[in-house]
């Protein structure tokens, strides 16, 4: 971990008036002047619980991992910045910081790297499991499947150690392999021969050449593909206590293994609240260009309330999403080098140009976010809208990795569970059934 690491401090206390019961309670501050109260004994003093629906006012955890100031349009990992990290730095120099707390020296880097190279491959028998999914089945279904099926193969990762060497060893199969699995899910439901990882390949070059090669005719990507793909996998690596997050941190605070827990987060990640959401602008755009409405004209309805714009705004972030800044240089330089005749990414640049300089946006902060920008990435890239969301998860696979890794070496962790406020019937006393009429 870190050295510069800093421990989240008690520095003041507040104090909580109920009937009959005061309670004082520790003010924690973090590292970035982050304040909040520490209600670990509430209930156990006082009988009451706090009511916090989706955990908007809720901190689950101290973590050393991300940081965002949305206020501000902030984030960082591990303390650095996600602009230089996106401009400067590899998607396998990230995996280590977020993993490991530092960025990596070049033997550390190469040392992963082989790593992943030697952990590409999925057994054999693996292999044939694809055959049970029927070629329309969802491809998210067969991520989060499979991951659970690969600990089958590999039961070294349920009796995995404390020390380092069988943790990376572990977090480098995931990370390799959910790569591998995606791009199999992929060929499967096209009814294509799968192709096979290519060892002298970097990352993101392999994950394309299993993709879109076909037999006697590898793929190649331009330079600007890859560097598209590998910024999006850069800044969708983590995002502090997100919905998929939080549910990895919470399987693994039950001791469930690495894999087990990020095929939790897997399913989390599915769903069109979260990892979903640059399906739905791509979507949104097909609905546009299949309707009689210009830009202008849905953007006024927008207004009025009577269309909902997707990829637009954000819940953490009040101001420009910082990711949303960096993908729009980049989806901007790919679609010049691509020379892309799309409809659908017209329609997308007509609707950013009306709300960057249209003072309702403007006012309401409802910025095009990384959601807008990614999905035209991605649908540039060439892969089809059902494996948006899979593209997703391999990105965040070092986030789940780092968060999983956090809670399992928290020696104050304990199972997570919530508390609730009943609101259902008050008691009632049983009737038998030849009583009831």
């Not at 990762?157 to 591998?180: C, I, N, Q, Y």
């Not at 207004?303 to 990711?323: A, I, S, T």
């Given at each position: 971990?870190?050295?510069?690491?800093?421990?989240?401090?008690?520095?003041?206390?507040?104090?909580?008036?109920?009937?009959?019961?005061?309670?004082?309670?520790?003010?924690?501050?973090?590292?970035?002047?982050?304040?909040?109260?520490?209600?670990?004994?509430?209930?156990?003093?006082?009988?009451?619980?706090?009511?916090?629906?989706?955990?908007?006012?809720?901190?689950?955890?101290?973590?050393?991992?991300?940081?965002?100031?949305?206020?501000?349009?902030?984030?960082?990992?591990?303390?650095?910045?996600?602009?230089?990290?996106?401009?400067?730095?590899?998607?396998?120099?990230?995996?280590?910081?977020?993993?490991?707390?530092?960025?990596?020296?070049?033997?550390?880097?190469?040392?992963?790297?082989?790593?992943?190279?030697?952990?590409?491959?999925?057994?054999?028998?693996?292999?044939?499991?694809?055959?049970?999914?029927?070629?329309?089945?969802?491809?998210?279904?067969?991520?989060?499947?499979?991951?659970?099926?690969?600990?089958?193969?590999?039961?070294?990762?349920?009796?995995?150690?404390?020390?380092?060497?069988?943790?990376?060893?572990?977090?480098?199969?995931?990370?390799?392999?959910?790569?591998?699995?995606?791009?199999?899910?992929?060929?499967?439901?096209?009814?294509?021969?799968?192709?096979?990882?290519?060892?002298?390949?970097?990352?993101?070059?392999?994950?394309?050449?299993?993709?879109?090669?076909?037999?006697?005719?590898?793929?190649?990507?331009?330079?600007?593909?890859?560097?598209?793909?590998?910024?999006?996998?850069?800044?969708?690596?983590?995002?502090?206590?997100?919905?998929?997050?939080?549910?990895?941190?919470?399987?693994?605070?039950?001791?469930?293994?690495?894999?087990?827990?990020?095929?939790?987060?897997?399913?989390?990640?599915?769903?069109?609240?979260?990892?979903?959401?640059?399906?739905?602008?791509?979507?949104?755009?097909?609905?546009?260009?299949?309707?009689?409405?210009?830009?202008?004209?849905?953007?006024?309805?927008?207004?009025?309330?009577?269309?909902?714009?997707?990829?637009?705004?954000?819940?953490?972030?009040?101001?420009?999403?910082?990711?949303?800044?960096?993908?729009?240089?980049?989806?901007?330089?790919?679609?010049?080098?691509?020379?892309?005749?799309?409809?659908?990414?017209?329609?997308?640049?007509?609707?950013?140009?009306?709300?960057?300089?249209?003072?309702?946006?403007?006012?309401?902060?409802?910025y095009p976010n990384v959601d807008f920008y990614s999905g035209i990435i991605l649908r540039a890239i060439g892969l089809p809208l059902n494996m948006f969301t899979v593209l997703f998860?391999?990105?965040?696979?070092?986030?789940?990795?780092?968060?999983?890794?956090?809670?399992?070496?928290?020696?104050?962790?304990?199972?997570?569970?919530?508390?609730?406020?009943?609101?259902?019937?008050?008691?009632?006393?049983?009737?038998?059934?030849?009583?009831?009429?």
């Amino acid at each position: 971990m870190s050295d510069t690491t800093q421990t989240a401090e008690t520095t003041q206390t507040a104090t909580l008036n109920l009937p009959n019961k005061t309670l004082k309670m520790d003010v924690v501050v973090g590292t970035e002047n982050e304040h909040a109260f520490d209600i670990t004994q509430l209930r156990a003093e006082t009988g009451y619980i706090t009511l916090d629906s989706g955990y908007g006012n809720t901190g689950a955890c101290k973590s050393d991992i991300t940081y965002i100031d949305g206020e501000k349009g902030i984030l960082r990992y591990r303390g650095y910045s996600i602009e230089d990290l996106a401009e400067h730095s590899s998607f396998i120099e990230v995996a280590w910081l977020l993993i490991y707390g530092e960025l990596p020296n070049v033997e550390q880097a190469k040392h992963l790297r082989d790593l992943l190279t030697e952990h590409e491959a999925l057994h054999e028998g693996l292999r044939h499991h694809f055959e049970g999914f029927p070629p329309y089945g969802h491809p998210m279904a067969m991520l989060s499947s499979m991951i659970n099926a690969c600990s089958c193969y590999h039961p070294d990762l349920l009796e995995m150690g404390d020390s380092d060497e069988s943790f990376m060893g572990a977090a480098a199969k995931l990370m390799s392999k959910v790569r591998t699995i995606a791009a199999f899910s992929y060929k499967k439901s096209l009814g294509q021969r799968i192709e096979y990882p290519h060892p002298e390949l970097s990352y993101c070059r392999n994950f394309l050449h299993m993709m879109f090669s076909i037999p006697h005719a590898q793929y190649h990507p331009e330079p600007e593909v890859v560097k598209a793909l590998s910024q999006f996998l850069i800044l969708h690596a983590d995002h502090e206590q997100n919905c998929s997050t939080s549910t990895v941190r919470m399987v693994g605070s039950s001791g469930a293994n690495l894999f087990a827990s990020c095929a939790a987060g897997v399913c989390a990640l599915w769903g069109p609240a979260h990892g979903g959401a640059n399906m739905a602008v791509i979507e949104m755009l097909k609905r546009l260009r299949d309707g009689d409405d210009s830009a202008a004209i849905v953007m006024e309805k927008v207004k009025k309330k009577e269309f909902r714009l997707m990829g637009f705004g954000h819940r953490v972030y009040k101001n420009f999403d910082p990711r949303a800044k960096i993908l729009k240089k980049t989806c901007d330089e790919l679609l010049a080098k691509l020379g892309i005749n799309d409809p659908l990414l017209d329609i997308a640049k007509e609707l950013e140009q009306i709300a960057l300089e249209d003072d309702y946006f403007i006012e309401r902060k409802l910025y095009p976010n990384v959601d807008f920008y990614s999905g035209i990435i991605l649908r540039a890239i060439g892969l089809p809208l059902n494996m948006f969301t899979v593209l997703f998860a391999i990105g965040r696979m070092p986030g789940w990795i780092a968060n999983w890794r956090e809670t399992v070496n928290d020696p104050k962790g304990r199972i997570s569970r919530p508390r609730q406020v009943y609101t259902g019937p008050a008691h009632r006393p049983y009737v038998p059934l030849e009583k009831r009429g």
